[in-house]
């Protein structure tokens, strides 16, 4: 057994996201990390999940069914057991509007698709802090 030395080793990533492909490539990338992802596949979703596993980050599209993202964004930050988890958007969603959007919503960063690992890892790993 190896011993974990990174501080953020381990924390809970959760993914709401529309493309399969983006889900699968994310998920390998935080695991690759040894984060434990967690899948929501639409907004609802999300928020039960969250409320259920306190995840350290969620990286949520704009494009969900039903309910969006951003409206999701809203929800999470009206909870109390949830306001307080960072959240990042990352989608293809790319207009200005829906970026101050996002920000004046709740959320702590913005990356527009089609994204870079090193970018991903950089921004979040601000956020994925014990």
Known sequence: MTEKTNDSMGMKVLLVLNKRRNLDLLRNIFESKDHEVIIAEN?????????????????????????????????????????????????????????????????????????????VLAKSGVHLKP
């Not at 928020?47 to 809203?74: K, N, Q």
């Not at 930050?77 to 970026?99: C, H, M, R, S």
């Open 43 to 119: 907004g609802v979703e999300a928020m039960e999940t969250a409320a259920a596993f306190s995840p350290h980050l969620i990286l949520l599209d704009v494009l969900l069914p039903g309910i969006d993202g951003l409206d999701t964004c809203r929800q999470l930050k009206k909870d109390g057991k949830t306001k307080n988890i960072p959240v990042i958007f990352l989608t293809a969603k790319t207009g200005q509007e829906y970026i101050i959007e996002a920000f004046e919503i709740g959320g702590v960063d913005y990356i527009s698709e089609p994204f870079h690992q090193a970018e």
